[in-house]
């Protein structure tokens, strides 16, 4: 059994989760109906600081860091797939008492969210995915070779990580035109967070997952939100999400990249209020 610890930040310390697997870190903020976000390969829970400072009025907003990044557990762990992330969120509803929550994923989150979605479809309310892989084939080549052993090392070596951060600079703008400054920052700052093993363990995992098959058992509601210019993660993804989820809403950004939420985020907080008051189908308990 999984023990919480909730440390007041006014102590200058924050929330965990401690679990025979490994500590979760998370931040919470807002009040009102939950909902649980969930963070993409290399980042943290920041990645939804722009939706927190806007809807912390209306929604209170979960956002845990995976196994391997960001503050949680990543020195006790030797596994750090998607199939583990799944395993995961269940677990922190559990110590936070969540019984049954809508649950948005960006990227390599997102394919976690709709994984939670088909194994405990009923700790899932509702499900978005903002620029995730459906089919891990869909993952740029570049972050193909990140799931290899020796590229990983090669990218993480040396103190204050020259060769990614070399890397992060050429291709930001391409990442995210409107802000790749931010794409950079906060991938930067977040590579504190993770490891070689998490590095490449987890977008390995991702490229060799494919839920295509299994998506048309998701029955509750369901949104997919793709960026047209995205580079990481093929748009197309959403043409997958429109025929294995024919009853989901579709929402396509073209200016947009893999970031939805920082480069359109008009776009973006208009689908993400949208999500939130889809109807769950009658019959079906609210919380």
């Known amino acids: 059994m999984a023990c919480l610890t909730h440390v007041s930040s006014r102590e200058g310390r924050v929330p965990n989760i401690t679990t025979p697997q490994g500590s979760v870190h998370y931040e919470v903020m807002g009040s009102g109906p939950p909902v649980i976000l969930i963070h993409g390969w290399t980042q943290a829970w920041n990645t939804w600081r722009s939706t927190f400072e806007t809807f912390r009025g209306q929604y209170r907003m979960y956002a845990p860091d995976l196994w391997g990044f960001g503050e949680s557990e990543k020195d006790r762990r030797e596994s750090f797939e998607v199939d583990d992330f799944i395993e995961l969120i269940p677990q922190f509803m559990d110590e936070l008492g969540l019984m049954r929550v809508p649950i948005m994923g960006h990227s390599m989150g997102g394919t976690t969210a709709l994984g939670v979605a088909l194994k405990y479809p009923e700790r899932v309310k509702k499900v978005a995915v903002v620029g995730s892989p459906l089919d891990g084939r869909s993952l740029s080549f570049l972050l193909k070779l990140a799931g290899i052993r020796q590229v990983a090392t090669l ?41 070689v093993e998490s590095f490449f363990n987890s977008i390995a995992s991702l490229r060799r997952t494919n839920l295509t098959p299994y998506l048309h058992q998701i029955t509750m509601p369901a949104m997919g939100i793709y960026g047209g210019r995205d580079v990481i993660v093929n748009p197309n993804q959403i043409e997958l999400f429109r025929r294995h989820i024919p009853h989901g809403v579709d929402v396509f950004v073209p200016e947009a990249g893999h970031f939805v939420m920082w480069d359109a985020p008009e776009a ?17 308990p609210a919380v």
């Open 155 to 195: 990218l993480l070596m040396g103190e204050n990580q020259p060769l990614l951060r070399t890397f992060l600079k050429l291709w930001s703008p391409f990442v995210s035109r409107p802000k790749p400054d931010l794409f950079y920052n906060m991938t930067v700052n977040n590579a504190a967070g993770f490891t």
């Open 268 to 284: 973006f907080n208009r689908a993400f209020r949208q999500f939130m008051e889809m109807e769950v189908p009658e019959g079906e």
